[in-house]
């Protein structure tokens, strides 16, 4: 331990990563010595130009970080060619909500140029809750926080916002509604 500890601390290589790393808001709140235990859960993949990185559709395990390269995310239209969404530069971010649920992705992601992608599985990240709570914590948080403000984005832009349309029902106390699903409470 303390000679991996040694050299995570001199190598360039490793320091170049904690720095990039570090400035992702994603891993705010994360310290200078945990980083070791973040790139142990981190894994890095190159990908070509015109390579795809996930389909629309396909089931979610991983968020992406991207550290090089340019990535075209694009929607599929309906009868139409796929419209894109975003390109995403060195730092952004994307599939965090893999992170979350395995459910199918919402748009593609196309490498437009060599691109060197770090990926953190939802299996590492289970992994990092329950063994280094803090990291975990840390990176749940701020997924919280960003999924918080895209919910408030859509709702202060729709005609009728959710908290307007939840008034608009009938109030029953808890004891009256019956859980909404199994494992749900009410």
Known sequence: MIHWLKNALFDPEFNRKRKFLQRISLFQGISRREFGQLFQALVTRPYAPGEI??????VGRALFILASGHVEITRAGVNVDPTRVAILNPGD???????????PRTA?????EPVQVYLLYKTELEKLVKNVPHIG???MTHLAMLLAARLRSMT????????????????LSLRER???GPGEAA
């Open 156 to 171: 202060e832009s729709a005609p009728i916002s959710i908290a307007s349309t939840v008034s608009l029902t009938p109030t």
């Open 93 to 103: 971010y994307f599939g965090e909500m893999s992170l979350l649920d395995e459910r």
């Open 178 to 180: 019956a859980p909404e």
């Open 137 to 139: 914590a840390a990176i």
């Open 108 to 112: 593609s992601a196309v490498a437009t």
């Open 53 to 58: 990185l996930f389909h629309e559709g396909d």
